[in-house]
């Protein structure tokens, strides 16, 4: 797991919800990756292709079959080891992992939070491995990329936070945004709510249907307020409201932004227009799967589901003063499984988009 | 045309669109309304049943006609007459109509704005006819009841001005909210768009897509702003963001206010919710077609789709100071056609849920 | 219940699925009957408005509450029972309620067989109650209409059997096609499923997915061919497989049938095709809700969803010597609940088309 | 161009409309292909990455622009020239192209038929370039790939003909099922009707409807006939019915095919049934793209869009004797562009599945 060695053994805990399908299909597919193992307790005996017919023209998909998930025998066949798990449950697995020598991507909430009395707030139990905090990244790789190469233990991104912090962290560090006021409206397709047999996720209650839920307080505020707290310098509060929209995939965000200074007149408009430009331009000229859009183009989820694309447009409005940026992104990629499969390219020395184009 | 008479005489000018269609199915079915003409260039010739096949089983969709719209026969057939014109063209109908002694329910934005500036500042040409502005009444039922009684040309509301003029007029007439800061971030369906052969509006581009689009300034911005400041007394300056989400029907309204007194304790937060609770109370407990949800309810549109009715739920955040509001409406009835209904209703003295239950 | 009575009180048992609550919806505002009970265990207690909030708008939502379900008291408050449960579970309050003098009108399987064996075969378990199956009637208005006025226990038809039998009957007691080789290629939208929390159900697995289903013996064949098979005077076996397409409502059948003679020559053809339209006019010119599209119009789900038509559309080919008909209904309406009220209008000597336009 | 080459240039003639968008989506992603030119009149000077946002990841989508197509530069620029282009058009540009010497991969229906009367009577126009009929290859890989390889003009077969050509084509060859009486019922996604602006495909229209179009006579019933015919030694007609459903991709098509054989006993079902699967068997187990499902499994369209598989599955019914044969594609892949690539492939000397895994 250097930048020498040509490929890295990888196995998935928690593989049949819609997040562990995207991961297997990313990885069976990664050039410089092998899945070695996939668990589920409801599907073990049987083959990824059997469980999810749409991989069966892989030969892995054909040959690996899920097993009972097992920490000392993944530990033996993996090097590192995606957690897709409920929160809660992941810690069972990471620590055990951990202490054997694997490196751990979680795509839970569970390590994402420097303070386990925030996540019991958030998540109503305590944290189920407070030990580990400390040393959990926050995996996103815009951000957090030199940590996460020498991460141990990734705590890879809520789909929300991660459409709100890409485009918000680099203003609030440059100061050009107020900490305060910070308003996120998002917008989320129904596989954000998992692979669970719900009568509210029923086909006939989301089609021609959308709907505001967990206002006002929901848990993904938790991580949002504190990565923009420690960008900020200072204590960060979000207002957010997720609704939830009929369509498969996707995240669109429309956020609502004091900028610094007052607006007073065009040519101030001008001046902060070129200083945000410059800012995203520094911020994201490297980052290959964020798209800064220009002209009159703006965020649509049907551009970037599929991809690990976030796509990022921004508007000053000089009648009210306000700076208005929308993004969109797939939710199952850029926020789960294909930003947690860029942490392992960037733990493995990979190039970051290795298995991501 | 007094509460005493039993029917009114009513026609359609521009019946092929939307909202024009669901004119002819609310009143075709309307107890007493008699629908005598429908016009329409392009279906000039045809039955109402062969342009709109779903209608067949009523026996007025098979006998009447569309005909190419001509006012002075227009005046002799009806007594009200539903414009369903796109804004600039409703203006020539409506001037000869109005001196042929119709009363006029026109459906576009021609006359809801009182200054004929600040319409060619969102519409981009002049006012066809500034001398109707000082007579023409918003139809707000909800608002504007006794005024509209009384009309003889009513503006009938945008679709999303009327999901967020409802949920703020009364906190905004009480004082429990300030002027300034008002968010509106709003979701429709693809109805609102009209029944145009654009690319953009084709299943394949609106499906499993969501999208921003008019950012920062929509042509509705200028009656939502007439309409609060109005209220208000004062200059009101929104933000105001639409966003279009793959369902036929359905506008989706979250509105982000700032209470006018700090909630510095769980008392304040209790004693200003009683407030607008009550506010709410005194403003809607006697509006039919406004529904105000308890308890853990949130708006759904799939809850009001196919009604007149408008679904409001606000929840106070005392980490953040601010009210949520939250509507949801039918694009096409209450956010047009429905309402325009109500409106002919009041005019006519007749129930003002006659034909919209 | 006889011609000169006003109104029906009528109750419905098991009101908390998708043709229950349209069942709730219809008799609501059903102008002639009184909705004097509601049962379901699972919502018992609460009122139709809290459990509907689409119905709030109506008084008898807002104060009528949902109770367990007791035959007993039920046959105290109505005269007739709508019973919106499982198969197997129909037959249980179907015996105490007709024993006490109700009229029954149930929307399951349980009665629409003759034979105890047809329903084992079909439905896996001895049937409940075989000794109601001979008082039973059918209750598809259009064809049985004579007997439903009559009749003590109605069971109303499948919605895949409606979509069927509608456009094949006056075909085949016409002697127009052979009763061999009839096959039913039929599209139902995910209500047709019912408001069951499964996982095939959930919107990310239905949505951009299409699939057929109970291939090759649905359960809806016993109904369809005992049908077919008492107006062909012989044995009628019929191929049919169902697809489940992601819209909320709609079933759309295409009907592959043999006409009785070849068709050699252009003038086969049309006189073929006149006998098939005078047979389909003389059928339904007095059927309410059958349309019968003429010149190029095809049946399309959009047309009667919402309503209580069936679109019935034919084509003779002949290069294959085939007739080609096909249907469009609202599975919910003209496939359960509204061909149900439909019943009840027969049974009470209301207009056919009472509370259904 | 021949097995030893590392790599082709290639180019895209009419890249604007979906199986255009896809080419272009397949072959920048193509490890062995390099896209030197697209051409669209109308996108003629703007980028890949600004047509198509999606693809702005990838340095060749930001700097190739679209042109004008002139063949003469289209023949010196690349050796392989996918034609997108309305049938009609496709022969323009074939005739100059394949005389400079390039090879035409046409995703039209210009070049399916061999006959040019067979394609006045379906197309109702003369055939543009009758003279190249007789050199064109059928592109159906998995049944013509030897003449594939080959071939200088490739026919890409249709989107229906695919789905139904596939599961038809082993049964007729190996004599299991009869060639009369083959009844295809399909059902495809939006993107069939290609990018145009007509109100038929509206997202309004089009969501929350089904319907037949079309019937009985639709044009690819030329082709489906023709490669019958040929597999079959005498001449196959077919009856089809093509229906549009609300998803963006993908075609399920059901197949009711009569079996040479009586099936009078369960045993006679069991030797067909073991006859079926071994035909089946024999024709595609090397086929890298066809996946026969086995049990209970039945082919769903989610499974098989943004693949290039067709899943096929059978179900033999001993009440009709008739043998279901079910097929799901993706439209746009399988179904065109991504079974045009797989040609290329062929073409090339590459492994059939390069660029399409």
């Known amino acids: 797991m250097n930048a020498s060695s040509n490929s890295v053994r990888v196995a998935i805990v928690g593989a049949s919800g819609y997040s562990g399908e995207e991961l297997v299909r ?8 092998e899945l070695v193992a996939v668990t589920s307790r409801q599907s073990a005996g049987q083959t990824i292709a059997q469980v999810f017919p749409r991989f069966a023209t892989h030969p892995t998909a054909r040959s690996l079959k899920f097993s009972d998930p097992d920490t000392a025998t993944l530990a033996r066949q993996a090097e590192i080891v995606f957690l897709a798990l409920p929160h809660g449950v992941a810690a069972e697995f990471a620590i055990p992992l951990l202490r054997s020598g694997c490196r751990v991507i979680d795509l839970s909430a569970d390590f ?3 303070s386990a009395e925030v996540y019991k707030e958030f998540y109503a139990h305590d944290h189920p491995a407070p030990e580990l905090l400390a040393q959990s990244v926050y995996g996103l790789p815009e951000v957090h990329g030199e940590a996460i190469r020498g991460a141990r233990l990734v705590a890879s991104p809520g789909c929300y936070p991660t459409s709100i912090l890409l485009p918000t962290l680099p203003l609030l560090r440059a100061g050009l945004i107020r900490p305060t006021g910070i308003i996120a409206d998002s917008l989320s397709g129904v596989s954000g ?10 086909f006939c209650e989301c089609n021609e249907s959308v709907r505001p839920y967990g206002v006002p307080k929901h848990r993904h505020l938790s991580e949002i307020e504190e990565q923009l707290s420690l960008a900020a310098g200072a204590s960060v509060v979000v207002q957010f409201t997720p609704h939830l929209i009929p369509v498969n995939r996707g995240i669109l965000t429309t956020l609502y932004l004091a900028p610094s200074r007052h607006l007073a007149t065009p040519a101030d408009v001008a001046t902060l227009g070129a200083e945000i430009s410059a800012c ?18 703006l965020p649509d ?16 409005d000089p009648r009210t003063g306000r700076l208005i940026v929308m993004s969109a992104e797939d939710n199952i990629l850029k926020g789960a499984s294909g930003q947690a499969v860029q942490s392992m390219n960037l733990i493995c020395g990979f190039p970051e988009t290795e298995g991501l184009l």
């Not at 990313?26 to 990756?33: D, G, K, S, T, V």
């Not at 520094?282 to 980052?287: D, T």
């Open 193 to 202: 709510a998992g692979r669970k047999a719900e009568i509210d996720y029923l």
């Open 280 to 297: 995203y331009a520094q911020a994201y000229s490297g980052a290959p799967f964020v798209r800064l859009l220009e002209g009159k183009a």
């Open 26 to 33: 990313l990885l069976l597919r990664h050039p410089r990756a």
């Open 301 to 316: 989820t049907k551009n970037v589901v599929g991809t690990n694309v976030v796509e990022i447009a921004w508007r000053l």
């Open 112 to 114: 994402r939070l420097k």
